[in-house]
Antibody
Framework: EVQLLESGGGLVQPGGSLRLSCAAS????????MSWVRQAPGKGLEWVSG????????YYTDSVKGRFTFSRDNSKNTLFLQMSSLRAEDTAVYYC??????????????WGQGTMVTVSS | QSALTQPASVSASPGQSITISCTGT?????????VSWYQHHPGKAPKLMIY???DRPSGVSNRFSGSKSGNAASLTISGLQAEDEADYYC??????????FGGGTKVTVL
């Protein structure tokens, strides 16, 4: 059974940094692309970033480019989202999600329960 | 880039059918057969219901079906059941190598 467990969320001041992690199990981690998707309070889903199975290709939505870095450690079956220069509008539940194949981060067939990030002074 | 356009809400009685539309542009929905639909019960993990416009993952009921015409995609739920009450989101791959979601549709079973 696929399991994805996000951690690292919390309260951070504007301009601060936070690193989210996502521990994966139940599948051959390095064979699948992964994504981060967020949902601000009372809002819809928003795709944040995607990464290929090997970690050699990463993609970001415009609003986080240059501020967020998506990486993975395939030896530890773990994803990381390093977030810096955080803004109030980054406040959201952050979900990690597994794609259906090595590269297709636009088809997410398993999701974690999410971790809450609150950016506020 | 603006979100894909979905109706805010749709409602129907049990047993009826509903269709949720998802309108984009030629740079996303119209340009690729990479439209997905997700079901999201608040507080839970989203669930993939349809991918590549009309394919269903294993385990998803055949009451759920998807289609596309031009820049618009649709999700149809037939034989509506109480457990179908949830938020539904479409998403599409884009020409910028990113993913764009719709604003979401709240489905209410009367």
């Amino acid at each position: 059974e696929v399991q994805l467990l996000e951690s690292g969320g919390g309260l951070v001041q504007p301009g601060g940094s936070l690193r989210l992690s996502c521990a994966a199990s139940g599948f051959t981690f390095s064979s699948y692309a992964m994504s981060w998707v967020r949902q601000a309070p009372g809002k819809g889903l928003e795709w944040v970033s995607g990464i290929s199975g090997g970690g050699d290709y990463t993609y970001y939505t415009d609003s986080v480019k240059g501020r967020f870095t998506f990486s993975r450690d395939n030896s530890k079956n773990t994803l990381f989202l390093q977030m810096s220069s955080l803004r109030a509008e980054d406040t959201a539940v952050y979900y990690c999600a597994k794609a259906r194949t090595y590269f297709d981060f636009w088809r997410e067939d398993s999701w974690g329960q999410g971790t809450m990030v609150t950016v506020s002074s | 880039q603006s979100a894909l356009t979905q109706p805010a809400s749709v409602s129907a009685s049990p047993g009826q059918s509903i269709t949720i539309s998802c309108t984009g542009t030629s740079s996303d929905v119209g340009g690729y057969n990479y439209v997905s639909w997700y079901q999201h019960h608040p507080g839970k993990a989203p669930k993939l219901m349809i991918y590549d416009v009309s394919d269903r993952p294993s385990g998803v009921s055949n009451r759920f079906s998807g289609s596309k015409s031009g820049n618009a995609a649709s999700l149809t739920i037939s034989g509506l059941q109480a457990e179908d009450e949830a938020d539904y989101y479409c998403s599409s791959y884009t020409s910028s190598s990113t993913v764009i979601f719709g604003g979401g549709t709240k489905v209410t079973v009367l």
